[in-house]
């Protein structure tokens, strides 16, 4: 009779009175021997049940405590206490499994979120959780949806690769060697990885671009959903060792058309958000202020959640050149009066400060830059034509957003085999070890761009959170592998 139950979320949104329902949760709060808050993780909103003097006996009332799970079966009535219609009266009540209030790490007060990310385990069970984890459900499926309506083909890449798709060399060794120091060596003394599993040396992904480039260049349009690591030493607020990332590739696009979808999709994904979430957007909204106003005035954000939510879809992202980046960098007086930490030239890979102030001071919404120097940028990324010698760029984007940063990293694709081979040669990538990946420029090549959006940063962003650990379930992060 389990699957008889009705979701909270679902019985608080009828007016109907007078039938019977089984309802089951877990207790956020009993007030008086009879008002229990029961939440099934449908919606933040708790559904009362009533339980009338004498129904209980004394013993199990007293295993009524927060966090203890309970099936309820009653009559659904309609409500005095305000804001819901309706609340269940109970008939029979049934405790499923107890929970001890001395043990209970979830009071009912508010807890930081330093708290929470180290009772990780629990904390869907907040509110501010329960909003952020059924938007990032959301968002999800918005992705799935987004890429469907257009016709492309969802491609599941490696998790375990033999390349660096990045060129970056931050990457997670997979290996079934001993680490003990017995691994087989060949004769130059260095490790034997032709008697590894894979017989080669091989890592988790930073990236599925390469594979998703192959299957563009038969679907036309394909993207990746899946997880991605990096064994990058950043303990920051946006920084994860695992993420999860979005990588669509299109064939026959350039990089205008490549802005153009990137802009598309985050604007979809936040309407979508608008469109089935708000009642977790308007709690995380609330939340947000409140958390504003402990902040001195000078540093408070300009916009609320839902404010700059609906400016970003109601408004074009700004599109400009790394030089003009450059350029209103040295021109702004944040520069003049020496306040950057590091410096700004033409050439730097610009640090998060830099990006910062060019969204969250300068233009005050997403900045779309293009035409990255080419010595800081992938290997893959297209050569500009007709470029000063020693000022080469490349067809790189990057969307800046505000409060995060770099939320999409992205470029139209270098589709000329022989000026691949030469960005590989400079770069020292094994040419010959990725004759697989440079066969698409043998046989059919053709112009082609694609990006990677940071799934966690853009959830971030769409709920407000400030910290990358506290919109994935379980963080991996430098020294830290809870859970
Ligand atoms: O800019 P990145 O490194 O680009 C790529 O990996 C390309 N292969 C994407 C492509 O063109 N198909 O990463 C893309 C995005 C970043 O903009 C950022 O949002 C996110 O991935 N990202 C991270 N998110 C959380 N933690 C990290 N350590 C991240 N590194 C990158
Ligand atoms: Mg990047």
Same mark, same amino acid.
Not at 145 to 155: C, H, I, M, R
Not at 192 to 203: L, M, V, Y
Not at 252 to 259: A, R
């Given at each position: 009779?389990?699957?008889?139950?009705?979701?909270?979320?679902?019985?608080?949104?009828?007016?109907?009175?007078?039938?019977?329902?089984?309802?089951?949760?877990?207790?956020?709060?009993?007030?008086?021997?009879?008002?229990?808050?029961?939440?099934?993780?449908?919606?933040?909103?708790?559904?009362?049940?009533?339980?009338?003097?004498?129904?209980?006996?004394?013993?199990?009332?007293?295993?009524?405590?927060?966090?203890?799970?309970?099936?309820?079966?009653?009559?659904?009535?309609?409500?005095?206490?305000?804001?819901?219609?309706?609340?269940?009266?109970?008939?029979?009540?049934?405790?499923? &499994?107890?929970?001890?209030? !001395?043990?209970?790490?979830?009071?009912?007060?508010?807890?930081?979120?330093?708290?929470?990310?180290?009772?990780?385990?629990?904390?869907?069970?907040?509110?501010? %959780? *329960?909003?952020?984890?059924?938007?990032?459900?959301?968002?999800?499926?918005?992705?799935?949806?987004?890429?469907?309506?257009?016709?492309?083909?969802?491609?599941?890449?490696?998790?375990?690769?033999?390349?660096?798709?990045?060129?970056? &060399?931050?990457?997670?060794?997979?290996?079934?060697?001993?680490?003990? *120091?017995?691994?087989?060596?060949?004769?130059?003394?260095?490790? $034997?990885?032709?008697?590894?599993?894979?017989?080669?040396?091989?890592?988790?992904?930073?990236?599925?671009?390469?594979? *998703? !480039?192959?299957?563009?260049?038969? %679907?036309? /349009?394909?993207?990746?959903?899946?997880?991605?690591?990096?064994?990058?030493?950043?303990?920051?607020?946006?920084?994860?060792?695992?993420?999860?990332?979005?990588?669509?590739?299109?064939?026959?696009? /350039?990089?205008?058309?490549?802005?153009?979808?990137?802009?598309?999709?985050?604007?979809?994904?936040?309407?979508?958000?608008? !469109?089935?979430?708000?009642? $977790?957007?308007?709690?995380?909204?609330?939340?947000?202020?409140?958390?504003?106003?402990?902040?001195?005035?000078?540093?408070?954000?300009?916009?609320?959640?839902?404010?700059?939510?609906?400016?970003?879809?109601?408004?074009?992202?700004?599109?400009?050149?790394?030089?003009?980046?450059?350029?209103?960098?040295? $021109?702004?007086?944040?520069?003049?009066?020496?306040?950057?930490?590091? /410096?700004?030239?033409?050439?730097?890979?610009?640090?998060?400060?830099?990006?910062?102030?060019?969204?969250?001071?300068?233009?005050?919404?997403?900045?779309?830059?293009?035409?990255?120097?080419?010595?800081?940028?992938?290997?893959?990324?297209?050569?500009?034509?007709?470029?000063?010698?020693?000022?080469?760029?490349?067809?790189?984007?990057?969307?800046?957003?505000?409060?995060?940063?770099?939320?999409?990293?992205?470029?139209?694709?270098?589709?000329?085999? /022989?000026?691949?081979?030469?960005?590989?040669?400079?770069?020292?990538?094994?040419?010959?070890?990725?004759?697989?990946?440079?066969?698409?420029?043998?046989?059919?090549?053709?112009?082609?761009? &694609?990006?990677?959006? &940071?799934?966690?940063?853009?959830?971030?962003?769409?709920?407000?959170?400030?910290?990358?650990? $506290?919109?994935?379930?379980?963080?991996?992060?430098?020294?830290?592998?809870?859970?």
């Amino acid at each position: 009779m389990f699957n008889k139950r009705i979701k909270v979320k679902d019985l608080l949104q009828t007016e109907q009175t007078g039938h019977e329902v089984t309802v089951m949760g877990w207790v956020r709060t009993f007030r008086n021997n009879q008002f229990i808050a029961l939440n099934d993780g449908s919606t933040n909103n708790n559904l009362q049940v009533v339980t009338e003097l004498g129904l209980l006996d004394d013993a199990t009332i007293k295993r009524i405590t927060t966090g203890a799970s309970l099936k309820v079966v009653g009559e659904v009535v309609p409500s005095l206490g305000k804001g819901q219609k309706v609340e269940v009266k109970a008939r029979t009540l049934e405790i499923l &499994g107890d929970s001890d209030a !001395e043990k209970y790490p979830l009071q009912p007060k508010k807890h930081s979120l330093e708290f929470l990310r180290e009772k990780a385990h629990l904390r869907f069970r907040t509110n501010t %959780f *329960g909003s952020v984890f059924r938007l990032r459900h959301a968002l999800a499926f918005a992705i799935h949806q987004f890429f469907n309506e257009k016709g492309f083909v969802y491609l599941h890449t490696p998790i375990i690769t033999a390349s660096d798709a990045e060129g970056a &060399g931050e990457m997670f060794r997979v290996t079934t060697l001993p680490i003990d *120091g017995t691994a087989p060596r060949t004769a130059d003394g260095s490790i $034997d990885f032709a008697e590894d599993f894979f017989g080669k040396s091989t890592n988790l992904t930073v990236s599925g671009q390469l594979e *998703g !480039e192959l299957g563009a260049m038969a %679907f036309s /349009d394909i993207y990746t959903f899946g997880p991605t690591f990096r064994a990058e030493n950043s303990n920051t607020t946006r920084h994860l060792a695992e993420f999860w990332m979005i990588e669509p590739e299109v064939a026959f696009n /350039d990089i205008e058309d490549n802005m153009n979808l990137a802009e598309e999709f985050i604007q979809y994904l936040i309407r979508y958000a608008m !469109e089935h979430n708000m009642e $977790d957007l308007e709690f995380l909204d609330a939340r947000l202020a409140e958390e504003e106003k402990a902040k001195p005035q000078n540093e408070r954000a300009e916009f609320g959640l839902l404010e700059k939510l609906k400016f970003v879809v109601d408004n074009q992202f700004e599109r400009i050149t790394y030089t003009e980046a450059i350029q209103i960098l040295l $021109d702004s007086p944040h520069y003049k009066k020496k306040k950057f930490k590091y /410096d700004v030239s033409w050439g730097i890979d610009m640090q998060s400060e830099h990006e910062r102030y060019l969204v969250e001071k300068h233009f005050k919404k997403p900045v779309i830059v293009t035409g990255y120097p080419a010595a800081i940028k992938a290997f893959y990324m297209r050569l500009n034509d007709g470029c000063e010698p020693g000022k080469e760029t490349v067809a790189a984007m990057d969307i800046l957003a505000p409060g995060i940063g770099e939320i999409v990293g992205g470029s139209q694709r270098e589709e000329r085999l /022989d000026k691949l081979e030469q960005r590989m040669k400079d770069f020292h990538i094994p040419v010959e070890e990725m004759s697989w990946y440079l066969d698409t420029r043998r046989f059919g090549s053709v112009p082609h761009a &694609g990006f990677g959006l &940071g799934f966690e940063r853009m959830v971030q962003f769409v709920t407000g959170m400030t910290n990358i650990r $506290d919109v994935i379930a379980f963080a991996r992060t430098p020294k830290n592998c809870e859970f």
